[in-house]
């Protein structure tokens, strides 16, 4: 998603527009899904509201920031932030939930701090970099930690919506927030950022699945892949623009070596 939605920012800078046009793409795509299973899982409609809720800091506010900073600062590096998001997770696990601290998170941690650092000094960026897409991106990547949580906490109370509703009325929610907040209208101009709305969409009906059926602490990891994956496309479609070197694999491999060791011992 990352990589398309750059590439579709490079043909059309509007914000606003390339928000609303990969939410309103991604909802259509978990409206399919959920329909496909309401024949075994029924719609639960009445009680979808939480998570409708939850839609409003992601893909609310999330994807806003994150269409923000990928446009400001590449899909590579904002990718590699978004790997930070078990560190969110398992801080806000430690000061607001009390639960105690361990050497493998504080291991975990150092890991993805290390590799903050090494972005934060690397030499050989894009001239089109603006640092000040990173802080969004890191405000995205909170949020997403939070939603994770949240999600998370619903599925495994005594909720009868099934994973694909949840998605769904997840990215209504979030869709309605940047539907007021863009005030864009349908048009040709939505062409270019259709394949990173179904991408998106698609991955947020995984990811609710997921959450479904494993912890948060097995499944935020397995997410953090992403930012490998994203700095591996971003190298291998935007090479002359996003100037991937091995300053940048060392910085994401050691943030999902961090990542990966928050979700397994905390």
């Known amino acids: 998603m990352s ?3 750059r590439m579709a920012l490079d043909r059309d800078r509007d914000v606003a527009l390339g928000t609303i046009a990969t939410a309103g793409t991604a909802l259509v795509v978990a409206l399919v899904a959920a329909s496909a299973e309401t024949p ?4 639960h409609l009445a009680s979808a509201w939480p998570f409708l809720l939850a839609g409003l800091l992601s893909p609310g506010a999330a994807q806003i920031l994150v269409t923000v900073a990928i446009r400001e600062s590449g899909s590579s590096r904002v990718s590699m932030i978004f790997g930070t998001a078990p560190l969110v997770s398992v801080t806000i696990a430690l000061v ?3 639960e105690p601290a361990s050497a493998p998170l504080i291991a975990g941690a150092v890991l993805i701090v290390a590799g903050g650092v090494l972005l934060a000094r690397e030499r050989e960026r894009p001239a089109h970099l603006n640092r000040l ?3 969004f991106a890191f405000a995205g990547a909170t ?3 939070i939603r994770d949580n949240l999600v998370r906490h619903l599925a495994v109370g005594t909720t009868p919506v099934p994973p694909a509703v949840a998605a769904a009325a997840a990215l209504l929610g979030g869709t309605v927030l940047i539907a007021v907040w863009a005030r864009e209208g349908i048009g ?4 270019p950022f259709l394949p990173a709305g179904v991408l998106f969409g698609a991955s947020y009906v995984a990811l609710f699945e997921a959450y479904y059926r494993g912890r948060v602490t097995v499944v935020a990891p397995l997410v953090a892949i992403e930012s490998l994956v994203g700095v591996a496309l971003s190298a291998l479609l935007l090479r002359e623009s996003e100037l991937v070197g091995k300053r940048l694999l ?8 961090g990542g990966a060791l928050i ?4």
């Open 3 to 5: 990589v398309a939605l």
């Open 40 to 43: 075994a899982r029924g719609l």
């Open 96 to 98: 607001v939930l009390g």
């Open 133 to 135: 897409g990173l802080v």
């Open 143 to 145: 949020l997403f930690a």
């Open 188 to 191: 040709r101009r939505w062409l």
């Open 250 to 257: 060392v910085a994401v491999g050691l943030i999902v070596a």
């Open 263 to 266: 979700g397994a011992f905390r």
